[in-house]
């Protein structure tokens, strides 16, 4: 097995600057990086990484929990903190929680006995292990939260600003000829979701529409569950819209209109909050409030990073994303149209038309 020293030898350089490049801890030229690395394909070096961090205390490795890696956002948003630790020199690993507050324990104990210099962290739709968390940051460990930010923890954040953007999507769907929306939300234990339903209805009341209780279906995650509660709710009164706060219940909506023999938009409008990944497949298009995913996980482990090279100290960072609306078919309410023939008709029905 080729040695540090053989690379060095090969590249015509000293051990130093093998190590600077390998660590990404010092900068090398160009010139000289490009010469290492040549030497290190050629002899098929492999660093010994748990050694050196057991020598040196760093092991330039960054661990990121989420939820659900099958939800289209979280894929995006690794790739973005990935591509971010790895113009750093820092490797990242990727751990599921499944939405488990138990299993999401356990990670975030695994992550810290793998020595990880930081922690990414979407808490899952639990409980937030608060002792747990404040116990890591004391440890010296930062953590920064993704989209969905626990209360009562003065921790780093990323996300949208879930409030602005849920009233955005709903704004439209109003502007569309909705009157009577229909929300339907994952747990609202989550601080993101009751900042989506309070955009919502923000959104209603800003229009001078008054938000009822009946048009609000509280759900979770599950697209079997969010679908059956919705087959229930659309047997009584039908809204002329249905907004959803996230991908999971927006396949649960859609799975719903399609058991009833609804369509969208022709018997009611649909937006979303939360890209589908198929979206361009669903006949019509759905629009979305897309969140930049990417760019999330990206700035959280700059944040991160910074943390880890110049300390934890000072006040929490907050960073707050701006969405975006991507208006498509599904929202094009034709009950609208009806609504104001039926208006018109009525008024020519008064002048004795």
Known sequence: MPTIKEVAGRAGVSVGTVSHVITGSVRVSEPLRLKVQAAIRELNYHPNHVARSLKTSRTRTLGIIVPDMTISFFP????????????????????????????????????????????????????????????????????????????????????VDDAGAAEMGVEHLIAMGSRRIAVVTGPLALKNERRRLLGYKQALQRAGLAPEDELIWQGNLRVEDVAALCRERLRSRRPDAVFSTNAPTAFGVLRAFQECGLTTPGDIAFATFDELVIYDVFTPSITTVVQPAYQIGFRAAEILLQRIEEGSSGEPITVRLPATLKVRESSQFSGAKKLGASANARAGDARGV
């Open 76 to 159: 995006q948003v690794i790739r973005g903190a990935e591509m971010a630790a790895r113009e750093r020199g820092y490797a990242l690993l990727a751990v599921n929680s499944d939405d488990s507050g138990e299993r999401q324990k356990e990670l975030l104990s695994l992550l810290r006995s793998q020595r990880v210099e930081g922690i990414l962290l979407v808490v899952a739709a639990a409980p937030t292990p608060i002792a747990q968390i404040t116990r890591i940051l004391e440890a010296g460990i930062p953590v920064v939260c993704l989209d969905r930010i626990p209360d009562r923890v003065p921790v780093d954040s990323v996300s």
